[in-house]
């Protein structure tokens, strides 16, 4: 298990981020789905293999943090191998790549996000399989290394349902165990973790934090839901 650096958020999850499986965390734009991912590769003490499809990863954000939390800042970016592909068919590549990178050596395997550049494409369904075979990559990833592998996935609106839905949601709940849904609240910097799915954990539980310098910290005296604009963080 990993910790995310918040002790409710861990109770939440079962005692951390497991090895041996996909762990889905989905959300809309800055509710903390980097910093999290991002604060768990820091805390791991151990290699991080980190896909950015997005641009989002900031060496300077993750300086920031290391160094708020007493770590080393240089030797914190050293320990992130960092892999950015530029499209559908480049993460393909970059995704079997790390069959032969990542090792005992390793303590975490990010993708963020696997559906950015899924969604780019057109038409998206003949990219379904292939998607489904990405995941299935990382699967066979998480269980032979016994790593946590971090699936970060965007959102968007499902007019039938009427509400905000994660992308490719049946390919991805197919194959990931605990779904981590996060959201924004009315009080700026607070944040909502729902835990929507879990292997032995009951669905609905949630958590409250807030984003800061030092990355993901535990909320106290929360309000009420709501929608606020970006802090800044992501």
């Not at 809309?28 to 991912?37: E, I, N, R, W």
């Amino acid at each position: 298990m990993l910790s995310t650096g918040v002790k409710s958020l861990d109770e939440l999850l079962g005692g951390g981020i497991a090895g041996g499986v996909l762990t889905q965390v989905y959300g809309s734009f800055a509710t903390g789905k980097t910093t999290l991912a991002v604060q768990i590769g820091l805390l791991s003490g151990k290699k991080v293999a980190y896909v950015d499809t997005e641009g989002g990863f900031s060496p300077e954000r993750l300086s920031q943090m290391a160094g708020a939390r007493g770590f080393n800042p240089e030797e914190a970016l050293q320990r992130f191998i960092l892999f950015t592909p530029g499209d559908f068919k480049e993460q393909r590549r970059v995704i079997g790549s790390l069959k032969k990178v990542v090792d005992k050596t390793f303590s975490l395997v990010v993708v963020d996000s696997l559906t950015a550049h899924y969604r780019a494409e057109e038409p998206r369904k003949n990219l379904t399989n292939e998607l489904a075979k990405q995941l299935q990559v990382l699967l066979w990833i998480a269980r032979k290394n016994e790593v946590p592998v971090l699936v970060i996935n965007q959102v968007h609106f499902d007019s039938r349902a009427g509400k905000i839905k994660p992308v490719a949601e049946h390919t991805l709940n197919y194959r990931t165990k605990d779904i981590l849904r996060l959201d924004k609240l009315s009080t700026p910097g607070l944040r909502v973790a729902v835990l929507e799915r879990h292997r032995f954990k009951p669905e609905g539980g949630m958590v409250f934090f807030r984003i800061t310098e030092r990355g993901i910290e535990e909320a106290l005296g929360v309000g009420e839901a709501g929608d606020i604009t970006s802090d800044g963080y992501y």
